[in-house]
């Protein structure tokens, strides 16, 4: 999560939807006073190369972190500036984002489950399924604009646009493998669109 006072954005992070790169690239434009959140070593030395700010005044009350909801934002920042702030974040098709995690997941050496498996843990799923509730307040959309991963570069572009701002994406998590589609039998998919229901609804996605 960035909460930028320079520029006048919150930019709320949801998982599966480039979320780090996007963060990077805003972190560069980032002042004293802006309140970036910590992302893993690794990617700090992304960040860090890419000449993005690092964390800095998330010792808030309460607690700054990554992937912070709506909610807490506001808590953290006031409503007021919530009010005032452009507000977003990225959503992704939610057929895509299960794949995506099954895919990072499994490059560590001690995962073991199939993609069958991995879709019937509901932890996995419920974790995954925070992302429409983290720009959500009691269910209604609070953001200003939610971006779809699908059309990163069009996003790009108008959050740039919209902050007076140039923002170049680094390529951070990159994950490769066979088309999402692939990954799934029998059963996968009606799992997925009933979790993820709303989603696959409100944006109109599809297997």
């Not at 001690?110 to 995954?128: D, I, Q, S, Y």
Request: with cysteine; aromatic share 10%.
């Amino acid at each position: 999560m960035i909460a930028s006072h320079r520029h006048r954005f919150v930019f709320v992070k949801t998982r599966k939807t480039a979320g780090t790169s996007l963060e990077i690239a805003l972190s560069r434009h980032c002042g004293p006073t802006d309140v970036v959140t910590r992302i893993s070593p690794e990617d700090e030395e992304l960040r860090a190369a890419a000449g993005g700010v690092g964390p800095q005044n998330d010792d808030t009350e309460p607690s700054s972190y990554a992937h912070m909801g709506a909610r807490r934002v506001i808590e953290v920042i006031g409503r007021e500036t919530w009010d005032a702030y452009f507000t977003f974040a990225v959503e992704r098709n939610p057929f895509d984002v299960v794949a995506s995690s099954y895919r990072y997941s499994a490059r560590k050496p001690t995962f073991t489950k199939t993609f069958a498996e991995f879709v019937r843990t509901p932890k996995r799923m419920e974790r995954l399924a925070l992302n429409e509730r983290l720009y959500r307040l009691d269910g209604r959309v609070v953001v200003d604009r939610v971006y779809r991963y699908e059309e990163l570069p069009d996003a790009v572009a108008d959050i740039s646009a919209r902050l007076g701002i140039e923002l170049d994406l680094p390529h951070a998590k990159q994950g490769s493998g066979p088309h999402y589609r692939e990954l799934y039998g029998p059963g996968d998919v009606e799992i997925v669109a009933e979790r993820f229901a709303r989603t696959v609804r409100e944006f109109g996605y599809e297997f």
